[in-house]
């Protein structure tokens, strides 16, 4: 277990802490797809991304024969490996003509689902123009040309998958940019719901419920867009199980109170996944865009009490639930190496990134999130002892506004063992009217919508035990126009019981005045987050 917060300077400006490095026991090489003129990944970021690879990689020299299927032809090719690499690239995706109009779901997800190269398979999906290749070290690689390849309900990929795109959707000089999607592989949700009453977390079957990817063991997702139609949250999607653009294996209900499990997974711990260069509900923002933060009328008029209508409307910003979300499993291992980086989201109906339960050895890297439902970026230990999680040069912006005055803050944590983030950015609004919490009236408490950049909750099962450590290493906190919050103009430890408009911050045990919360009425005694800062 890493016991010093120091930190490794990138070329990013903050790194990984030295001490998570060592601890994870992580050996030098490329993260596979990289290469050394990628501006984007530095060597900080390869040293520990190679071991999450490590499924996927050859260290002997060897000759090494590679089959490559198309749909709507096959080849067969030999490439010879003269030298010692940790890691194996992955093939350029093939020059192919893009799909004429959209794909329906029909005509390419069973050849994800069946996971092989088999010419048999291939042949009955042939409008797809999907390419394939496998290797000697049982890795099935998909192709995906530009096109619209809709989806109708939630797939699971197979272990030893990769799905590559025709290229990386996100400018990273302006990730606020959208691309020419004539250039892009894009997956289009072809349902959603707009039903605040329906049976989403509670439904007998997850499949036909939800719309999105649930990722296996061994599984890498790369250069592909993904756009959601959700225009609200459910009723029982309040505590979120879950409706991610991208999930790993695990339960349909948070707690794991019944038997589903998302995309008819067996529910257990993902192992070795990588989310990179993707772009998730921009599609349709030139439209819905202006939508965002608009007054619903009647959306609010129960949440004083909760007896009526609390964002019951739909708020018409078509959405993914969540961009990423790790579920809680059924086994005790949980999801381990995990790796979600340069990936841009434009909106989501609830949190943007949820790593939920027990997730060990987890690095989200270099993403940018905007205009959440609730909290964009959150970890969710419970009593779980989430441990060994970097997040570093990630841009959290606006959370919360899909449900106005509500709930949500850039970093949010409820319940881990050790975490550190490096170098975040938070942009977030000075709010004049926030919605009190009708549950914590006359305190602190009842304020649940950007109080401050990071909040350390002790609800939702959260336990931070004896030993635990969040180390807040470099941050931007700013207004939406890029302002910066000053400790001198805020409030230190507790929003005011009535509201006055100022963020909060509080001194770390190592004395530093960070922009951080903990609430009082949730967290107390040897329970409470040790919170270690350096600016």
């Known amino acids: 277990r890493w016991s010093h917060p120091y930190v490794l300077a990138t070329d990013h400006g903050v790194g990984l802490s030295v001490g998570l490095l060592v601890s994870v026991g992580l050996s030098v090489g490329l993260v596979e797809g990289g290469s050394d003129e990628d501006e984007d990944f530095n060597g900080d970021e ?97 192709m995906f040309p530009a096109g619209i390849y809709e989806m109708d309900e939630q797939l699971l990929v197979p272990p030893y998958t990769t799905i590559t795109g025709a290229t990386d959707p996100n400018n990273w000089d302006h990730p606020d940019q959208s691309p020419d999607y004539s250039l892009v592989t894009l997956f289009l949700a072809t349902k959603g719901t707009d039903d605040f009453n329906a049976n989403y977390c509670y439904a007998s079957d997850m499949v036909n419920t939800r719309v999105g990817f649930v990722l296996s063991s061994n599984v890498t997702v790369e250069r592909v867009a993904f756009q959601g139609l959700d225009t609200i949250r459910p009723s029982d999607n309040g505590a979120l199980c879950g409706g991610g653009a991208f999930e790993t294996k695990g339960c349909a209900l948070n707690d794991c109170s019944n038997e589903v499990n998302n995309g008819g997974s067996d529910g257990m711990g993902s192992h070795n996944v990588l989310i990179k260069d993707v772009r998730l509900n921009d599609y349709y923002y030139t439209t819905d865009g202006p939508l965002i933060g608009q007054d619903v009328p009647g959306n609010t008029d129960g949440c004083a009490y909760y007896d009526g209508c609390c964002f019951c409307k739909p708020n018409g910003v078509r959405a993914s639930q969540v961009g990423v979300f790790v579920p809680l499993t059924r086994d005790d291992e949980g999801t381990s190496e995990v790796v979600i980086e340069n990936v841009v989201s434009r909106a989501t109906q609830a949190d943007g990134i949820n790593l939920h339960g027990k997730v060990t050895n987890a690095l989200v890297s270099n993403v940018w999130f905007e205009s959440t439902g609730d909290d ?140 951080f919360y903990i609430p009082d009425a949730d967290t107390t005694g040897s329970n409470m987050p040790h919170v270690v800062a350096y600016e």
């Open 376 to 515: 964009t970026f959150a970890v969710w230990g419970g009593d779980q002892n989430e441990s060994a999680v970097v997040w570093q040069d990630s841009v959290a912006i606006n959370p919360g506004i899909l449900r106005p005055d509500w709930y949500g803050v850039c970093v949010a944590t409820y319940g881990l063992y050790e975490v550190a983030f490096n170098n975040i950015t938070c942009r977030t609004p000075t709010l004049t009217n926030p919605i009190p919490d009708p549950n914590n009236s006359n305190t602190p408490s009842r304020w649940r919508a950007d109080t401050s950049a990071f909040v350390f909750y002790g609800s939702f099962w959260a336990s931070y035990p004896t030993g635990n450590t969040i180390s807040l290493n470099g941050w931007h906190f700013e207004d939406l126009d890029g302002n910066r919050y000053l400790s001198t103009d805020g409030t230190m430890d507790a929003p005011s019981v009535e509201w006055d408009g100022m963020m909060t911050w509080t001194t770390s045990v190592n004395g530093v005045v960070a922009p």
């Open 46 to 142: 390869a040293y520990m991304l190679s071991s999450l690879t490590a499924a996927k990689t050859t260290t002997t020299t060897a000759a090494m024969t590679t089959t490559t299927t198309t749909a709507a032809a096959s080849t067969t090719s030999t490439a010879t490996a003269t030298s010692t690499a940790t890691v194996t690239a992955i093939p350029t995706v093939p020059a192919l003509a893009p799909a004429p109009a959209p794909v329906p779901y029909s005509e390419w997800a069973g050849i994800i689902a069946n996971g092989t190269c088999s010419e048999e398979v291939l042949g009955q999906y042939a409008y797809s123009n999907i390419s394939c290749t496998e290797d000697d070290e049982g890795m099935t690689h998909f």
